[in-house]
C-alpha cells in the first residue's frame, strides 16, 4: 500500500517534467524563449559575450548538449566547434540545424533579421517542440503564431520607414545580408565578412573611397566594440556609429535596427 501511494505522489511529478532545449545563440535563445512562453526558458550555449565564430568547447557545454532533448542551432560552419555535434548528442536528441532545414546550406547564417526567412524559423522551432514536447502544443503552436504576427508588423513598419529615406551606412561586419536583400538595400562597403576577416590593404582604400565618395552617415556593428578599423573610419569621416545587439525582446531588437537604419538616411 506504502509503495502505490510513493507511485501515486511521483506521477504529477513525471506528468509536469520539460523538455530539455539547448540553442546555440542568444538571436535562437530570444526566439524560442518567445515560442516556450508559459512553459520553460530554453538554456543558452554560446553566451552574448563570446563570437559564435571563435567558439571553444568546454565540459559544462559538453554537459549541457549530452541532457538536451532539442538541440536549435545555425549550421556546423557558423558555430565553431559544432562539426563534432553527431558525436556528442545522445540519440535520442533532436538537431535542428536551420541553415539545413531551410535549404540554405554554405550559405550566411545571420537568417534572423530577414521576415522572409523568420516566419519559417517559427515554423520549424515550433514544431520541432510540439515534437518532444506533445502536452504543450497548443501553448507552442499559440505563441508561434503571435510571433509570427509580430514578425509581420514589424516588416510592415519597416517597409513603411524606409520608403522615405535612403540609409547611407558602412557595415563594420556582414551581419545584414538577408535584410538588406527583404527591404532592397545595400551597404556602401563592408569591412570584415561573416567570419570576422577583412580583404586586405586594397579593400580597405576602396571602402575608404567609397565611404568618401557616398558620404556615409553611419557605421554598424553587431558587436560590443567596433573594430580597430571600423574605429578608424569613424573617426576619419565623422560616422556615427549604431550597435545592433540584442537586449530585451527579440521583436524590440528588430524594430531597434530600422530605427537605426532610417536614422542612417536622415539629414
Same mark, same amino acid.
Given at each position: ?14 506528468? %509536469? ?19 516556450? %512562453? ?163 590593404? %586594397? ?65
Amino acid at each position: 500500500m506504502r509503495y502505490l501511494l510513493f507511485l501515486l505522489c511521483l506521477m504529477p511529478l513525471v506528468a %509536469q517534467a520539460k523538455a530539455n532545449v539547448v540553442t546555440s545563440i542568444l538571436p535562437l535563445q530570444q526566439i524560442t524563449a518567445a515560442i516556450m %512562453q508559459g512553459v520553460d526558458e530554453p538554456e543558452l550555449l554560446i553566451k552574448s559575450q563570446h563570437s559564435a565564430h571563435h567558439f571553444a568547447f568546454k565540459p559544462s557545454h559538453f554537459r549541457k548538449l549530452k541532457s538536451a532533448d532539442l538541440l536549435i542551432w545555425i549550421d556546423r560552419n557558423f558555430e565553431s566547434g559544432f562539426q563534432r555535434i553527431p558525436e556528442i548528442l545522445k540519440s535520442s536528441t533532436t538537431s535542428l540545424e536551420l541553415l539545413r532545414a531551410l535549404d540554405l546550406q554554405n550559405q550566411d547564417g545571420h537568417i534572423w533579421y530577414s521576415p522572409k526567412l523568420l516566419t519559417k524559423i517559427v515554423d520549424l522551432i515550433g514544431a520541432a517542440l510540439v515534437e518532444i514536447d506533445r502536452p504543450q502544443a497548443d501553448i507552442y503552436r499559440n505563441n508561434a503564431r503571435s510571433l509570427q504576427l509580430a514578425i509581420v508588423k514589424w516588416a510592415q513598419h519597416t517597409e513603411h520607414q524606409l520608403a522615405s529615406v535612403s540609409p547611407k551606412y558602412v557595415l563594420d561586419h556582414d551581419f545584414l545580408h538577408y535584410f538588406q536583400r527583404d527591404f532592397g538595400l545595400q551597404a556602401l562597403a563592408t569591412i570584415h565578412d561573416s567570419h570576422d576577416q577583412h580583404g586586405g590593404i %586594397q579593400a580597405l582604400q576602396a571602402i575608404e573611397q567609397q565611404v568618401k565618395q557616398n558620404q556615409a552617415k553611419c557605421l554598424l556593428t553587431n558587436e560590443s566594440a567596433v573594430s580597430k578599423i571600423g574605429n578608424n573610419l569613424v573617426k576619419k569621416f565623422d560616422l556615427s556609429v549604431h550597435r545592433v545587439q540584442f537586449s530585451g525582446g527579440f521583436i524590440d531588437h528588430l524594430y531597434r535596427l530600422t530605427e537605426s537604419m532610417v536614422k542612417c538616411g536622415q539629414g
